[in-house]
């Protein structure tokens, strides 16, 4: 099946630095990926959908020059927290639609901790 | 209104117990409809997936959208304590449209 594989799984940084999380798309190509945000024991909120080759797309409220994204190739989206503060403790999660298959395909998260 | 709505729970069954899950929605723009299962702290992993109404079996799921209603479920049958997780359903308006999640119902399955 499709595998989308998400790293680091778990980052603490300094206030003020930031951040990039990496998902790469393994055995497919994923012109679309979609960045979320889930804070403990609330649901998934969508804050951007990263489009190969083109500028990704911010859901309302989503800070686009904190939260980089780049979307390079078919097989990578990068996601970076930049100047990053406590209330940007969160876990981040991507995922990505495999072509003609069902569903979309999420990773494993990445936990961020901002002290 | 929230566009999906899903009971949060907390809800504890038996092992062996039939389980019923269920979410609403207003946007009758849906067409696809996922469930996810989600343990702490991974990410969600896809159950089910449905396109428009009816039904989808699955070894021991079964999923149910009655568009009319604007209402889906998930059944799990013979459940397991690793059935234990999170529940989430989400649903788009098809092809790489953003997915709208429900807010999740936690399950625990007692041995």
């Known amino acids: 099946g499709a595998v989308v594989s998400q790293h680091p799984s778990w980052v603490i940084c300094k206030s003020g630095t930031s951040v990039k999380i990496e998902c790469r798309s393994l055995?497919?190509?994923?012109?679309?990926m979609f960045w979320y945000r889930q804070f403990p024991k609330q649901s998934l909120m969508l804050m951007a959908t990263s489009n190969e080759g083109s500028k990704a797309t911010y859901e309302q409220g989503v800070e686009k020059d904190k939260f980089l994204i780049n979307h390079a190739s078919l097989t990578l989206s990068t996601l970076t927290v930049t100047s990053a503060h406590p209330e940007d403790s969160s876990f981040y999660i991507c995922?990505?639609?495999?072509?003609?298959?069902?569903?979309?395909?999420f990773g494993s998260g990445t936990r961020l901790t901002v002290v | 209104q929230k566009e999906v709505e899903q009971d949060p729970g907390p809800l504890s069954v038996p092992e062996g117990a039939i389980v019923s899950l269920n979410c609403t929605y207003s946007n009758s723009a849906f067409q696809y409809f996922m469930w996810y299962r989600q343990y702490s702290r991974k990410g969600p992993e896809l159950l089910m997936y449905t396109y428009s109404s009816g039904n989808k079996e699955d070894g021991r799921f079964t999923a149910q959208v009655d568009k009319s209603s604007k209402y889906i479920s998930l059944f799990i049958r013979d459940s397991q304590p690793s059935d234990s997780a999170t529940y989430l359903c989400?649903?788009?308006?098809?092809?790489?449209?953003?997915?709208?999640f429900g807010k999740g119902t936690l399950l625990t399955v007692n041995p």
């Open positions: 055995d497919f190509q994923a012109t679309t």
């Open positions: 995922s990505a639609r495999a072509g003609d298959r069902d569903g979309y395909t």
């Open positions: 989400a649903m788009s308006q098809g092809g790489n449209y953003k997915l709208t």
